[in-house]
């Protein structure tokens, strides 16, 4: 059989490998973050947050449009995982071609040796890949980056067979193809135009001849190609509709999207006309340029999409991108706001007097007019018909009305208090702390105004200090640490924000691991059970720096390529991200494009050991030993001198080691058994494949999904929670997105209308909210839309007359105050609503309240005559506004809630009025002091809280005998159910109900018990509450076995040296405490168990207690690269 059709087997067998790898582990439903979402606005082709995915949502449709509901998230799952297959699948291809490439260098023949050493290098890198750590998590969920990757993927294939084609008659089919593909990329994710610059260097260095001066150009034209689609064709073309727009409808008086419409057949005309004329004058580089831009529109126009699907006004509808100007907004992506990449501000910057001009907005609006004079104003086309069904005799005109003007929005900071490349830009408080840490600050003292106007000293970061923080975090932790992930290994799937116990890489050699993460021999079972723990040896590291540094000695053009594809996908995002610190995930799926990179060179790593046989010499073999070994030494000395840690030199010589070694060894090999024999690329690839089968063994566990339900569940526990047509407030991803998911795709509690808070500082979510939704009736908010439109109210003042003492005003009066806008304060530009007070009240109708089932008969005692309450704020931003319009305007009618998860932020005071009622907080006219010294809020009504979690809960199959993977966010959720059930089973305590408190005990450590979900600290309430029914045997089992892993965990912080003991300090002080409380709750309950424990804690008390007055004088290391 040849080679071409080996290949192509070979390559397909693979694709089943991964296609088989990744079908087996999806999770059966939705995930946590944003799959909840895509999965939603795919299955009923709804808008989701910019700068959306429409391509992703019209195959996620096709891919759902067959099956039931509930199978919905199966068939999205797979679609991830067939993308992700076909990625894999063209990861081999592009390793065979550049293997191949070199096998055949300097005119030698492909022999049957180097085929299996070309196929080998295919199937060890490609699997290496599959079974990568980020790739494999992105790989079974519906989300967009499977489907990016395989853009990514057949992108840089398409390029390379371009290149074995390039002197046939038809080789612009493939650049055209290129084009096409760019386009389509664009409506799943823009990563796919990083591969521009590579894409560039393939056509440069088969074209041309290689030139210092022509690399440059090459680079410069690649980067303006890659700023062309990513700055002007993506959002350029949308502006310049903007502008026909409002010459056709604003100047000419005509319909809405006119302008749209004719521009679109103009720039098709404008294509149409450019492909004819190259073609018939010959212009061949321009005919394909030509081309190649229409294609990508082509590709690019699959964003109608998303303005069709907008103008339908479903549901979800994020941004509300139905005409030109919202979809620009959406595109550029304006509400998350700019980082700065060149200059700008660090966290302490002073404002400059000066204010910049943002784009004004601009609002589609409805004139309804009557003699030439407007009467009426609309926002949305329904409003407008039932105004003139119910009004005849009046015309519409359609105009775009500039309903923020956005004069002086931008903040100008003061020139000598900017910097170049500013890495520290974010004024918030937590950010600010970590930027000091993170980059050692001192700074140098400056005489400026803080951002009141008052004189003071302002300390500035240094340039040095800028870049210690730009290494040491946003390169070291946000890049390499997910390199390491990669390729080394992990030491467990928590968020990590650098200390030593969470979401560090590390070897799986203790001895190296303990020069940076501290003592490993006795570490703790919380550390070692963690399924995320994934150790590698260094082995696919090892494999992809022999590929990479012999690709580069061997063939330099095509490790430049894959260099530049490496540097695009992994640096350059990190230098346009800017991250800032403590963020909400960690974001290694994004920088996957730069692993890709990596896998080509392990894949390549297996040829190099092949060739080494036949091609190395003694000489050669000496120059890498000592090179490699040389390396070590001096990163040794280097750390000596630093005095640092010696994890990377231990590593360096670890590496040397075992590269050298390998090297060595197929050298002997190529001089006993002959320098091509296939004997020895077959070796070769069997040793090899000992690196993705290291990879697979370690990183199955925890990427296994399947029979778990977790999001799905809870999301139906929240709206469960819920009493019917109720308000939900939510606040982050996921306890919003789950819930769009299961009301959108499986319907369950459409009756719950979901108010995320984050989006209801918006104007187009607010109006979204006065719509019906299926069962859902529309949020009664009362401000009328020009009241709250963007620019408008964003913010109100709470300015009580009496600071003294709280100015308590009628809600209902406080919110007309505060809409009038003959009550603005301020001059100019800068004027503002205010209210008059900071606390408020509202009247309670105790029939009302009794009727619609707020208030439990028992409890009609307890209701207040009016719901007074404090916010504690200067000031309520627009959607804290809203809330406060809907308190005072529902009359009780319909039940208002909270999700557990949104936090103390979002209650606007109201905390001492919340009555718990399963994952939700019910707003209630009854009075409950909240508890600091528990964190408790409110009270609970039992009743319904106990019927909902016996009967209606759902338990994600956490409950299952067979072990399941539940990631960091799944037992963070946990987390807060264990809590929420403690709390109820303490409420039944004080209400005498042991038997029922016992019920949900035990419901507690059944459905979610220890081997899946891992018993911690959190659970000693629920061992409180045994003692308390009595309970003795429950209550010692479950505190025996906390006061085990608290004892663990504490032995193991004692045995940290003193660089890294500061660094657990807080979490040891804590497990000091909670085995301390375990032992008193249990002497009290059984004094012969509690007396063990006692002895136990007395044994570590004294220990703990010296341990602590030997690190007086420690000092902190972090957890870096």
Not at 41 to 61: C, D, N, Q, S, W
């Amino acid at each position: 059989m040849n080679y071409k059709k080996l290949n192509i087997i070979t390559g397909w067998l693979v694709f089943l490998v991964a296609a088989w790898t990744y079908i087996s582990t999806i999770e059966p439903t939705a995930s946590f973050w944003d799959c909840g979402e895509f999965i939603a606005t795919a299955y009923k082709l709804e808008v989701g947050h910019p700068p959306g995915a429409p391509l992703f949502m019209i195959m996620g449709r096709v891919a759902s449009a067959f099956v039931s509901p509930e199978n919905v998230p199966v068939a999205m799952n797979v679609l991830s995982a067939l993308a992700a297959a076909f990625t894999i699948l063209f990861l081999f291809w592009s390793i065979t071609h550049m293997a191949k490439k070199l096998a055949e260098r300097d005119g030698r023949e492909l022999t049957t040796g180097a085929m299996i050493a070309v196929l080998g290098s295919g199937v060890v890198g490609a699997l290496a890949y599959t079974w990568s750590d980020s790739f494999w998590f992105s790989a079974v969920e519906g989300e967009v980056y499977a489907l990016s990757s395989f853009f990514t993927a057949i992108v840089f294939w398409a390029i390379l067979k371009w290149e074995s084609v390039a002197d046939e008659p038809h080789n612009i089919r493939w650049l055209i193809l290129i084009a096409y593909l760019m386009g389509l990329s664009i409506g799943v994710h823009l990563l796919n135009l990083l591969c521009i610059p590579a894409i560039a260097f393939v056509y440069y260095f088969k074209r041309h001849e290689v030139t210092l001066k022509g690399v440059a150009i090459t680079f410069v034209v690649s980067a303006v190609i890659l700023g062309t689609i990513q700055a002007i064709i993506i959002p350029g073309l949308v502006k310049m509709g903007g502008w026909f727009e409002l010459l056709f409808v604003n100047d000419m008086g005509m319909p809405f999207n006119t302008g749209v419409v004719v521009y679109a057949l103009l720039v098709i005309g404008l294509v149409v006309w450019g492909v004819r004329w190259t073609q018939r004058t010959g212009r061949v580089l321009w005919n394909t340029v030509i081309l190649g831009v229409s294609v990508i529109l082509v590709g690019y126009s699959t964003y109608a999409m998303i303005v069709i699907r907008s103008t339908a006004n479903p549901p979800i509808d994020e941004n509300n991108p139905e005409n030109v100007f919202n979809l620009l907004s959406y595109l550029n992506r304006e509400q998350y706001g700019d980082r700065p990449l060149l200059i700008g501000q660090f966290w302490d910057s002073p404002y400059s007097n000066e204010r910049g001009d943002g784009n004004p907005v601009y609002t589609a609006t409805y004139l309804v007019q009557k003699n030439g004079r407007t009467v009426a104003k609309y926002y949305d086309r329904w409003s407008v018909d039932h105004f003139i069904a119910a009004n005849p005799g009046h015309e519409v005109k359609h105009e775009y009305i500039i309903t923020d003007a956005r004069k002086g929005s931008e903040i100008i900071y003061e020139p000598e208090f900017t910097m170049l490349f500013p890495r520290m830009y974010s004024s918030q408080k937590s950010h600010a702390d970590a930027y000091k840490q993170w980059c050692e600050f001192k700074g140098t003292a400056m005489r400026g105004k803080d951002r009141e106007g008052n004189p003071t000293r302002i300390y500035k970061p240094t340039q040095m200090e800028n870049m210690r923080f730009f290494f040491a975090y946003q390169m070291d932790w946000m890049y390499w640490r997910y390199f390491m992930w990669n390729f080394v290994g992990r030491q467990n799937d928590q968020q990590g924000s650098g200390n030593i116990m969470d979401g560090n890489w590390l070897t799986g050699f203790k001895a190296i691991d303990a020069e940076r993460l501290g003592n490993q021999d006795v570490l703790p079972r919380s550390m070692t059970l963690n399924k995320g723990l994934n150790n590698f040896y260094l082995l696919p590291l090892i494999l992809g720096v022999i590929g990479f540094v012999y690709q580069l000695m061997r063939h330099g053009r095509d490790w430049s390529v894959l260099m530049l594809l490496f540097f695009f996908t992994g640096v350059a995002i990190v230098i346009y991200l800017n991250q800032t610190p403590f963020q909400p995930r960690e974001r290694d799926y994004a920088y996957v494009g730069s692993f890709y990179a990596f896998a080509l060179w392990i894949g390549l790593g297996v040829f190099a050991l092949y060739d080494a046989a036949r091609s190395i010499s003694l000489r050669d073999l000496g120059i890498v030993a000592a090179s490699a070994f040389g390396l070590g030494l001096l990163k040794y000395l280097v750390e000596s001198l630093a005095g640092d840690a010696h994890a990377i030199s231990y590593i360096l010589f670890v590496m040397a080691t075992v590269g050298v070694g390998s090297i060595a060894l197929f050298f002997a090999l190529g001089r006993l058994l002959g320098n091509d024999s296939p004997v020895i690329s077959t070796l070769a690839t069997v040793l090899c494949m000992a690196v993705p089968l290291v990879m697979v063994a370690g990183t199955w566990d925890d990427h296994d999904r399947s029979d778990r339900t977790p999001a799905r569940d809870l999301a139906s526990d929240y709206l469960e929670s819920c009493a019917p047509n109720a308000i939900l407030f939510t606040n982050g991803d996921n306890d919003t997105f789950p819930l769009w998911y299961a009301q959108e795709v499986e319907g369950i509690r459409t009756d719950v209308r979901v108010v995320n808070l984050s989006l209801l500082n918006t104007d187009w979510y607010i109006d979204q909210m006065r719509r019906k939704a299926y069962t859902s009736d529309p949020v009664p908010f009362t401000i009328p839309p020009d009241k709250y439109r963007q620019g408008t109210r964003d913010a109100v003042y709470l300015v009580p007359r009496n600071e003294k003492e709280p100015n308590v005003m009628d809600l209902r009066k406080a919110i007309a105050f505060a809409i009038d806008d003959k009550n603005l304060r301020g001059s100019g530009g800068e004027r503002f609503a205010y209210i008059p007070a900071d606390a408020f009240s509202i009247p309670v109708d105790r029939e009302q309240v009794l009727a619609t089932g707020t208030v439990a008969l028992k409890d009609t005692a307890r209701i207040e005559d009016a719901m007074v309450w404090r916010i504690g704020r200067g000031a309520v931003m627009k959607n804290h506004f809203m809330v406060l319009d809907l308190l005072a305007h529902n009359d009780w009618t319909r039940p208002i809630y909270f999700a557990v998860t949104t936090g103390p932020d979002s209650y606007i005071g109201l905390q001492d009025h919340f009555q718990l009622e399963g994952l939700t907080y019910r707003v209630v006219p009854i009075y409950t002091p909240s508890d600091p010294r528990t964190g408790s809020l409110g009270r609970v009504d039992t009743d319904r809280m106990f019927g909902v979690v016996t009967k209606k809960f759902k338990w994600g199959n956490m409950e299952t005998t067979e072990e399941i993977y539940l990631d960091e966010n799944i037992l963070r959720m946990t987390t807060n159910l264990r809590l929420q059930l403690s709390a109820l089973a303490e409420a039944l305590i004080e209400e005498g109900r042991n038997d029922d408190a016992r019920t949900v005990l035990d419901l507690s450590l059944e459905k979610m018990p220890d081997r899946n979900v891992p018993f911690d600290r959190v659970l000693l309430p629920t061992v409180e509450a045994y003692y308390s029914i009595g309970d003795s045997i429950k209550g010692n089992a479950l505190a025996g076995t906390i006061f085990t892993i608290m004892e663990e965990n504490l032995n193991w912080y004692m045995s940290l040296e003193p660089r890294f003991a500061a660094q657990v300090a807080k979490e040891a002080d804590i497990n000091y405490q909670v085995m301390g409380r375990l032992a008193m709750a249990a002497t009290v309950a059984d004094s012969t168990f509690g007396l063990k424990l006692e002895d136990r804690f007395r044994a570590l008390d004294q220990l703990y207690r010296l341990n602590k007055e030997q690190q007086k004088e420690r000092r902190t290391t972090r957890a870096r690269f």
